[in-house]
């Protein structure tokens, strides 16, 4: 971080036909937990999210390219304090990310009034609504695995016709085992999903995406498929003269030929008074339930041995925020504290084994969070994960601007 | 300047060095012969190391008529024997000699000439051969550390000698265990040409002295010992690796071949000692292999007609569930008639369950199926099989009631009553009547744990555990009195470290308990011993394996015991241990 201070925020070619930018953040947090696994609480202080984020364009932008650096692999390798949070592996604590997160080359051309994009290189592909560490709220939702695709070998089509998008990608199915690796190659192709976004009005932003995922679970490709559907509403217009923004998300994940359902419902909104955000978060979101290894509750057992899971559990969350802009806004800095309060109530979701009762000794949970966002460079918050060519230049370009 | 010869000049000097060669050369034509000499005896002849032998040779003149009064010298060529310098001809034309043989067993020869033979003598070849046996020596083998219960790497060994240290052949050779049991592959035998019999020494049980002792009817009051320590543990003879692809799940073997079932791979049928592909334990070789539908191939039964058919391969879908409340899969059944190329010629699906494990009353020709929430289900499968064998169902029973069912696995006890074990609702006692199944007794008897395996031999069950159930984990061996009603509890075995015992079976002999264990520090095999008292399982070793053992089938093959284990992934494998030193 103090590195990049020292480093020039934006540079620019000649005629600002080529530029470059990078910047960095990172969030330190102290977390605590009121529930665990088998029991107790837990508090753990941590460097999350730590990132380099580099852009660089050419060609009047027609070339682009968009990458981020994640160092969660060494600040959280055995993953941050999040109870009900889950994915690769990872259980009641949130997976640290990929080292690259995203790598990707866009190309983007016009016909007319026809904006056309083609990505490709490891990313997101095109489904679902942005990665939760670009939005509100320190703490990631559990429905990570039902509303995004990510760090994939992907190839993205995209065409932006008027308020009206559409995008298509071709990825592997596997989601990542460790931070380190890379995706299976071998696989690319086997999954694709498609995006359709409408910009009807000035900051209403509606989306609607469909992904036919293959073997997600299991990176040699012998799981389930999951069939995902995910839809969402964005309003981003000023309320009572000041910036506001809400988001409403629908997503539904089947598996095993319909014989795992998974569905979430989540809505946020943020309220900026002047430096000061105030923000909230809802979620209802169900999860798949596994065998954890012994040693480690908060892990489950990786490879797969078969395609059974222990049952599905029911999670709700409120979650509510204050933070505050300590310099000014514009600068190349940015501090952020912040506190995070969340209420977390988890009951099973019909039939199976797992009583959470019984294994978390208890179903309702507080979770209180305290942290300081650290930001520098001019993009550090405005750099939006997942969203390549014509989806990095559809309106609006909505700016929640990572208020933690 | 050098002078080259001419055609004629080489053509001088070779013919000089011809005549050169041919004046000086054994085969010199000298003057003509005026005698022949040639064998007459003792050509030939066998007979002991020092011992004396008559040889005779006769003169005659060119014409063949006997010459007497002629001096015929002997000599000695090799063997280091003995024979007098000379003797005369007599009316016949013949003179003999005593040869006395050498001490060195093997071929020795002598040599008689005479005046005016020329370069001819008569030459004689007695084969020498060891005298009357009086040493037994140690050859190999004493002195090694093997498993007890199994043969020895290399074979005890000695040799009997003559006097002169030469292999007596043929000598019996008398072989004992004088201490610490075992057997040995021969009891006697014959020494060979290097005047060496061998045994081999399958070791007694650990902790005697292991001694055998050789002793030899041609040599009195010698005997040699041979001394071995015998060591107890579970050996890891061999392993196969399979793609890491959900891995190995369950073995079945029999007749010496191995049946791996690799999930979407399929099944893979190992020779492991059957002969058909020259696969052996050490060194199993693939025969042929099958992929069942809808893949997920978890368990698998070679189906023994009473009628001597071998036709069908039974194999277990494991399909997608949800632990406790639903399940998916299939019984898929495989024409083995081909091992090296099985096909698919039928399935069997309970709508709405998955199945998991089997077994066979084979004398019946019913197949009891663990279908998880459906239950157990009996199939008849007699006959050749149709494509949907939703017609062969005999009956069906949910033990613990819709909800409280989750059935793991399906065994016969002593061809009557079906024991299952069910992960939700414990041990139960069932009674197929011919169309219907009854409860017996148990269930609802585990309430702390999830089971899973189980097995019933000698008048008691064991079930395992599995995961977590929030109470307990599923790190124990439950010991069960089956009498005639329902099992009673009547001992546990906690193992400390895991969470689960994925499989358990007792052997043949029904002197060892083995189980799988998987999910923790000390995942892997155990072994206990049942020798004392099968309601109280005794440790004896433990082999750990990091990433825990799915599955364990004990099988007796050749007289060894042995535990062929799936290994999960990474690296899945089957791993076969060798068990037979812990038989008590």
Request: aromatic content about 8%; hydrophobic content about 40%; proline content about 5%.
């Amino acid at each position: 971080m103090l590195i990049l201070a020292a480093l020039p925020a934006t540079v620019r070619g000649q005629g600002g036909s080529t530029s470059a930018t990078i910047a960095g953040r990172g969030i330190v947090t102290g977390i605590y937990s009121s529930g665990e696994p088998l029991g107790g609480d837990a508090f753990q202080v941590r460097l999350v999210q730590p990132m380099l984020m580099a852009h660089a364009t050419a060609y009047n932008r027609a070339l682009r390219v968009t990458s981020t650096i994640n160092f969660e692999a060494w600040t959280i390798p055995d993953g941050e304090l999040t109870i009900g949070g889950w994915g690769e592996g990872f259980v009641d604590r949130r997976h640290p990310h990929t080292v690259i997160h995203e790598l990707m080359v866009s190309g983007v051309g016009h016909l007319g009034s026809t904006e056309l994009s083609l990505s490709g290189g490891k990313g997101f592909a095109a489904f679902g609504s942005d990665d939760p560490s670009d939005r509100l709220t320190l703490r990631y939702p559990v429905n990570h695995h039902w509303s995004q695709i990510l760090e994939r070998a992907v190839l993205t089509g995209g065409i932006l016709v008027g308020p009206v998008m559409a995008e298509v990608s071709l990825f592997n199915g596997d989601e990542p085992e460790y931070p380190q690796q890379s995706p299976n190659v071998d696989r690319f192709g086997d999954s694709w999903s498609a995006r359709l976004t409408a910009f009807p009005v000035q900051g209403l932003q509606l989306e609607a995406s469909y992904a036919a995922v293959h073997s997600p679970e299991h990176r040699a490709g012998s799981g389930t498929d999951q069939t995902k559907w995910h839809a969402s509403a964005q309003w981003t217009r000023p309320l009572g003269g000041h910036p506001f923004y809400a988001l409403a998300e629908w997503a539904e994940t089947t598996e095993g030929d319909g014989l795992f359902r998974f569905d979430s419902f989540l809505a946020e909104m943020s309220w900026d008074l002047g430096p000061t955000r105030l923000y909230y978060q809802f979620e209802s979101t169900k999860r798949p339930e596994e065998e954890r290894i012994f040693a480690q509750p908060t892990r489950s057992v990786r490879p797969h041995l078969e395609d059974a899971i222990l049952g599905t559990t029911q999670w709700t969350l409120n979650t509510v925020g204050i933070g505050r802009d300590l310099l000014a806004d514009g600068g190349v800095a940015r501090l952020r504290p912040f506190v995070e309060v969340s209420y977390v109530s988890v009951s099973a979701a019909g039939p199976g084994v797992f009583d959470p009762a019984l294994w978390y000794d208890g179903t309702r949970f507080w979770g209180v969070s305290l942290g300081l966002t650290v930001g520098l460079g001019r993009t550090a918050f405005t750099h939006k994960m997942g969203r390549y060519g014509v989806s990095a230049d559809a309106p609006p370009r909505v700016s929640t601007s990572h208020q933690h | 300047m050098m002078r080259i010869p001419t055609h004629s000049s080489v053509s001088w000097a070779a013919a000089t060095l011809l005549l050169v060669a041919g004046c000086g050369g054994p085969d010199s034509a000298g003057p003509p012969p005026t005698r022949v000499i040639s064998v007459s005896a003792g050509d030939g002849q066998t007979a002991p190391v020092t011992t004396a032998v008559q040889l005779t040779a006769r003169v005659t003149d060119p014409a063949g008529s006997p010459e007497a009064g002629v001096s015929v010298s002997w000599s000695v060529v090799s063997g280091g024997g003995s024979i007098p310098a000379s003797s005369a001809t007599d009316a016949d034309g013949k003179a003999s000699a005593t040869l006395t043989l050498g001490q060195i067993a093997g071929s020795q020869r002598a040599r008689a000439t005479a005046d005016g033979v020329g370069n001819t003598p008569a030459d004689f070849t007695v084969t020498a051969v060891a005298g009357p046996a009086t040493q037994l020596k140690k050859s190999t083998g004493d002195g090694q550390t093997g498993w007890a219960g199994s043969p020895l790497p290399l074979a005890y060994a000695v040799t009997v000698q003559d006097e002169f240290n030469n292999p007596v052949v043929g000598a019996t050779v008398d072989w004992a265990v004088a201490s610490g049991g075992g057997t040995l592959s021969v009891s006697s035998s014959l020494t060979g040409t290097s005047g060496a019999a061998s045994t081999v020494h399958t070791l007694g049980a650990a902790g005697a002295t292991q001694t055998v002792v050789a002793t030899s009817t041609s040599v009195a009051a010698v005997s040699i010992s041979f001394t071995s320590t015998a060591t107890v543990g579970i050996r890891l003879t061999s392993s196969v690796g399979v793609p890491a692809n959900y891995g190995l799940h369950d073995t079945f073997v029999r007749d010496g071949l191995a049946f791996l079932c690799v999930w979407d791979e399929g099944v893979f049928i190992y020779d492991v000692g059957n002969g058909m592909a020259g696969g052996t334990i050490n060194l199993p070789r693939l025969v042929g292999s099958v992929k069942t539908a809808g893949g997920n191939a978890h368990n698998a039964w070679w189906y023994h007609s009473p009628g001597g058919s071998k036709q069908y391969l039974f194999v277990g879908e494991e399909g997608p569930g949800s632990v406790g409340s639903s399940s998916s899969g299939s019984i898929h059944v495989v024409d083995v008639s081909n091992l090296a190329a099985p096909v698919e010629v039928g399935s069997y699906t309970l709508a709405g369950a998955g199945a998991h494990n089997f077994w066979v009353d084979e004398n019946a020709e019913i197949l009891y199926a663990a279908f998880y929430n459906g239950g157990v289900v009996a199939l008849d499968i007699s006959g050749a099989l149709p494509s949907d064998l939703a017609s062969r169902e005999l009956a069906r029973i949910q033990p613990g009631g819709a909800g409280n069912t989750f059935v793991w696995g399906v065994m016969q006890y002593e061809g009557g009553d079906i024991f299952a074990s069910d992960m939700v609702s414990g041990f139960w006692r069932l009674r197929y009547n011919g169309g219907s199944f009854s409860v017996v007794g148990g269930g609802n008897n585990v309430p702390e744990r999830f089971t899973s395996d189980l097995w019933v031999q000698g008048g008691y069950g064991y079930t395992g555990g599995w995961g977590n159930r929030g109470i307990q984990p599923g790190n124990a061996v439950k010991v069960w009195q089956v009498g005639a009603g329902a099992p009673v509890l009547v001992d546990s075995v906690i193992t400390s470290g895991i969470t689960t015992v994925s499989d358990v079976q007792v052997s043949a002999d029904g002197k060892l308990l083995v189980f799988s264990a998987e999910n923790g520090p000390n995942a892997g095999l155990a072994v206990y011993s049942l020798a004392g008292s099968p309601s109280q399982p005794v440790f004896l070793a433990r082999y750990l394996v990091s990433q825990g053992l799915h599955t364990a089938t004990v099988e007796t093959i050749g007289g060894q015991t042995y535990v062929f284990a799936a290994r999960n992934p990474a690296n899945p494998a089957l791993m076969i241990f060798d068990i037979t030193s812990l038989v008590p």
